[in-house]
């Protein structure tokens, strides 16, 4: 017999490593493809119109196309967010100001309005910049919060 091996066990095979390796080395063959998007989450809603301050927490998540969480990606991005609002009165702020720090794959982003009038159609966006990674652009995405009249 021949010293060496010319046959290649499956993938799905143990070969020694956990599950939890073998997934994240399955989601970062993905990210090296380019199976990469990010998802804000809410991307839209509809709080009633109010003059108290508010809050409403986001989550930016860096996806494949099937939705699964890329939880190998940890990362902090100068510049990585803003916020933006069309309210007469009142002031969308967020936490963290401008650095979207990512952990496991997902970053929390908390948007918050001053206590003054949000009217009925006034609107409060989170943008996530553009972002690369490892050499793919992956598009700008939004959050909007628009308040309606129930």
Known sequence: ?????????????????????????????????????????????APAPTAIAWTQDFYVELQTAAGEVHTWFNKSVATGHSVGDTSTAGTASLSPATTTAWVDGVAKITMAGDAQAWLNTETATLTVAQLVVLGYTLSAKTGVLTFTTP
Not at 15 to 32: T, V
């Open 1 to 45: 017999m021949a010293r060496g091996s010319t046959s290649i066990p499956p993938p799905s095979l143990d070969l020694g490593l956990s599950p939890g390796i073998r997934k994240q080395l399955a989601l970062f063959a993905k990210a090296l493809a380019g199976d990469m998007v990010m998802v804000v989450t809410p991307a839209t809603k």
